[in-house]
C-alpha cells in the first residue's frame, strides 16, 4: 500500500469513527478554500455527520450565490465540543487564523509545499491542482454520491486554484474530475460567470488604476505594480476588488513575473508574487518571511515603499536569472 493510500484509510476510519466535525480552511478564503470546505459539508452530512463550517474571514462576494454558503460562520475561535477538525488548504495551522484547534483531533488535506504537517492525521499531496482534487478523491472514497451541490464546489476549488484551466499541476486526473462534476450537475458555463463576470465598477477602476501603476525592470521581465490606500478610496472600492488583479501583468508574453504591493498602513506592505514555468517566487517570498508555491506566493515587508520595492527587485532578480 501507498503512503498516500494508506493516509486516506486512516482518514476513512478517523471520518466514519467521529461524528461531530469542524471544517476549517484559511484567512481570507479563495476558491479552493471554499470549496473544497463545502463539498466536505455536504459529504459528511450525506453520511450523518454534525458539521461546522468554520473561517476567520467573510467570503468574498463572487461565492456568496452558491450553495450552502450561508453555513460558514465567520469566527476566530472555536470550542472543544468535535471529534475532529479538518483543515484544508492551509500550510499551517496558523493560516487559518481560528484559535482552539490545537485541542483538537485534526486531519490536515493540503497541497501547498513545506505543509508543516500540523495534523493527527496528514495528508499532504503536492500534485494535487487544487485541494478541492484531494477532497473529491476523500468524498470518492467514503462512497457518498456525487450531487450537484458536491460537485459545483469542487468545480469551483479546481476552476479557481487553476485560475480558470491556466496553470498550476493539471493533470488529466484533474480534467477526469471536473468531467465527473459536470456529469453530476455542475455548470461550467454559470459557475465561470458567476466567479468571473460579476465584478463591480469599483473592482474595474481599481484595475486601470493599478495598471497605470504598473512599472517594469529585469529588462521587462518583472512588473511591479503598487494599490495604495487611496487609490482604492478614490476607486470606491474594497481590498476584496483587488482579489486577482495580480494577473493580469502576466498576460504580457514578456513578463515573466510580477509582484503586487498593496498598501497595509503607511509602514507596511502585503506582496502578492506571480510567475511563469520556472520561474521560482516561492524562493522571494521565503527570503522575507512569507511563502506559497513556486509560481504564486507572498510575504508582508515594513519599511518606506521605495526601499521595500528595491529590496524585492533584488531577490526577484536572482530568481529571474536562475530561470
Ligand atoms: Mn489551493
Redesign the pocket.
Known sequence: MTTANKTLTEILDAVRERHRFVLISHMRP?G??IG?QMAMAYALRALGKTVRIVDRDPVPSQFLAFPGIDDIEVTSEVGEDFDAAIVM?CGDLSRTGVKGLEKLFVINI???PGNTMFGRINWFDES?A???EMVFDLIDALGVQLTPEIATHIYI?IMT?TGGFHFGHMTPATFDICRRCAEAGARPEAIARAVYDSSTLGRLRLMGAVLHSLDLEAGGRLALSHLSLKMLADCGATSDDSDGLINLPLTVKDIDAVAFFREVTSESHRISMRSKGSVDVNRVAKAFGGGGHKNAAGCSMTGPYPEIRKRLIEEMCRSLTAS
Do not use: I, K, V
Open positions: 479563495d479552493d478554500a473544497s488548504e493540503d497541497h501547498h494535487a487544487a485541494c478541492g476549488a486554484d
